[in-house]
DNA sequence: TCAAAAGTGTTAGATTTACACCCATGA
DNA sequence: TCATGGGTGTAAATCTAACACTTTTGA
């Protein structure tokens, strides 16, 4: 460390993450009560501190694998929180990061024993600190992606129905869409394979399965939504 | 500080500025010669330390006045940067933030004293660490803020001619714009105002001198280019 | 008088939006 | 048999993109 460094503090940093999940043709994200001070009982993100020897995004996979034990998931930087207030303890500076997971796919148990829950992203409550912030800037973030990259797929199951779809971007950007005009759109991207497969849980006529071809995807890149 | 915080390093934090000009028809913005170590001699953005005192915000709008010597400037996060490696010495995590400002209202003296100086944003050279990344992120950035919101006039003096505003859009998305469907659009949106003024400057017969008026945006906002 | 930049409308094509009925099936 | 969700096409309106000539004036 040289002279000049010695002017400045040192600071903890932390990664908070917004997980957002598709359930009951709802956007809803996980959050907890906190169990530790300061804030103790209130609404929070789940979130850890960066390592020494981690980089940042390194510590937000990190910290989504210990809440959820999965890898590889969908997941970008939201941007760095840092006034002054923002943890009532010692500084701490928080880098949000936010993910995409498909709900099925993340242990009941497992959430059970972290203390987390879906909430409606329409029905956040007061969260510690600066969370809500975090949340509202991720949202926006999110808006964005969805409509011009195909994102929304992390949510879904492999196999899905052009209603979930539709119900997933319904919830997404907050207004109902045209269902002729949702379909004709879908089929103008081939990479939104219609399959064999009938779903027959939802409805008795039974609805046609899709999948997303991610090989296919990238061969012709040419989003929109 | 509590036992379970010890587990955990703390860092130094630091900003850096992706300062955006306009002139010569150029998106240019100012870099310089670095000079310290790590790094000494190689190209770099203007940043600094985060002090104790200061949010992450107002670290930035400091090194930006400390360099410049403008306040109130358009400002805003681009994200942070904290790869294990991004400082060859000790662990600094960066956020980077960019801003857009008036070539026009920098004095050319305080520029020379920092040893900055104006590049096209088409030329960058290879800078220190990740500084490339960060501009290249910025630049993206403002090329979706350009499209929807009216900050392309912090870029401009307070009055403006049609060419010089669409020389700008032509050099943030790096593509020419047809004059008659430019000049349309602008028609349409009542708080970019013609004024009497007359500048004949750049041509022999003159150009009608616009300003865009904030009050009359704020009414009505609704940008779109 | 001419070079150089300012200024001005129209049209074809593409995209977006609004809209209503039949289908298949299990209960 | 009927209630429920699945599935389909068209037409009007809007938006986008392409395009060329006249004006003014200082040198």
């Given at each position: 460390m040289t002279t000049y460094y010695q002017e400045f503090q040192k600071v903890f940093l932390s990664v908070d993450c917004i997980i957002f999940g598709f359930e009951e043709n709802k956007l809803k994200i996980l959050i907890g009560k906190r169990n530790?001070?300061?804030?103790?009982g209130e609404w929070s993100l789940y979130g850890g501190f960066v390592r020494n020897d981690e980089s940042l995004d390194e510590a937000a996979n990190r910290t989504l694998f210990t809440l959820?034990?999965?890898?590889n998931i969908y997941m970008r930087q939201v941007g760095a929180f840092g006034s002054?207030?923002?943890?009532?303890?010692e500084r701490v500076v928080s880098i949000a990061y936010c993910a995409l997971i498909n709900?099925?796919?993340?242990s009941e148990k497992l959430r059970k024993q972290h203390g987390v829950e879906w909430v409606d992203i329409e029905e956040?409550?007061?969260?510690?600190?600066d969370h809500n912030e975090m949340v509202r800037q991720a949202r926006i973030i999110m808006q964005q992606k969805f409509k011009t990259s195909?994102?929304?797929?992390?949510?879904?199951?492999?196999l899905f129905t052009l209603t979930q779809l539709q119900r997933l971007y319904e919830a997404v950007n907050g207004a109902d869409l045209d269902k002729r005009n949702f379909r004709k759109r879908i089929k103008e991207m081939d990479f939104i394979e219609k399959t064999d497969l009938i779903d027959k849980t939802h409805s008795k006529r039974g609805a046609a399965l899709y999948r997303f071809n991610k090989k296919m995807y990238n061969e012709d890149p040419n989003f929109k939504l």
């Open positions: 530790m001070d300061p804030g103790r959820t034990g999965m890898r002054l207030d923002r943890d009532p303890g709900v099925n796919d993340y956040i409550p007061t969260m510690y600190s195909p994102v929304g797929f992390e949510l879904l199951p492999n």
